[in-house]
């Protein structure tokens, strides 16, 4: 920094100017020095407050999975039970003469039930997969010509297939559902109708984007699923809780969707992630291995 001194004569007119300065670029190395240190601490704040809360949810949900695991397991147990009396009573002439209508009524709910208790397993990641080596592209044009025969007349579904040869280990069975709760998903929230964009393509990625299972960030080779609709999106105030069971805005029965697609990804090795524009639609993008 510079300062200036004035020497006048005897009028008041300025004769010389004495000037003298300080040498600060030390002092404004070690400033600037600080101002970046402040800020990779505030980023490694940042960091580390987004890294224990993904850490806290991953914790929940493994600990609701554990234990949805343990009370799916217990009530099979006790259907097990009920059905095989059923169909015992079943083989009495009797009892089948005078109470038909009320044993089928019995298997019916022990059925409701035993499709219950399957999501809550696929949820916590405990079903048993039946993983074959299956081509994706002619797996889901074949899933997504029966959904469209069971669409309302306002909702318009399109598929869009970018790579031919995507092949991988996966269960067809588990797939198909993974595709028809996220369909139902976007169906229920175009109340008036809409379009449903499905695109399947293969890409590398970065470890730019985050899972919304496991926190993790994604890299490598995937294939990508990608299911966009144009409905309402998800109010952001209950983001947090959608993947877990039994949540639900929509009434009973229908909050085991999400956390089912949940855990079918997550039972393949796979990642997901979402993207919601509250009241513009929702993209949920599902990472499958390349083998």
Known sequence: AWHNSYIYSDDGAVIYTVSSGDDITKQRRLQDALVRKNAELEQTLEELNSTREQLFQKERMQVVGQLSAGIAHHFNNLLTGILGNAEILGMDPYVQEKHSKELGQIIHACTRASALVQKILDFSSKTLAQPYDFDLPSLLRGITTKIKKSLPENVLLNLNIKCRLCRTIIDPIKFEQILLNLI????????DGGKIEITLNRARINNKVTCSICREKIEGSW???????SGQGIPE??????????????????????????????????????????????VITIYFPVE
């Open 223 to 229: 294939f990508i699923l990608k299911i966009e609709d």
């Open 237 to 282: 105030a209950i983001m947090p809780h959608i993947f877990e069971p039994f949540f639900t805005t929509k009434g009973f029965g229908k909050g085991l969707g999400l956390s089912q697609v949940f855990g079918i990804v997550e039972q393949f090795k796979g990642h997901l992630t979402m993207e919601n524009m509250e009241g513009r639609g929702t």
């Open 184 to 191: 139902s998903n976007s169906v229920d929230s175009m109340k």
